[in-house]
């Protein structure tokens, strides 16, 4: 999906709600009483953050 120019601050915004997103899954991937189930879906959440925050960052600076 090709990046489309935001308006005023969005791009920095979103930045911020994908830096979120990944420090949650962080702070919440160490307790031991995950199932191995929400473990997965932390993992793949914070995976797919930090993808977007790849492509809002390079799509920032283009």
Do not use: K, W
Request: charge should be negative; aromatic fraction near 4%; charged fraction near 30%.
């Amino acid at each position: 999906m090709p990046f489309e120019p935001a308006v005023g601050d969005a791009v920095a915004f979103l930045i911020e709600s994908q830096r979120r997103v990944i420090l949650h899954c962080e702070r919440l991937l160490p307790a031991n009483d995950l199932t191995p189930e929400d473990r997965t879906r932390l993992v793949r959440l914070r995976n797919a953050a930090e993808a977007e925050l790849a492509r809002l960052t390079y799509a920032e600076a283009a």
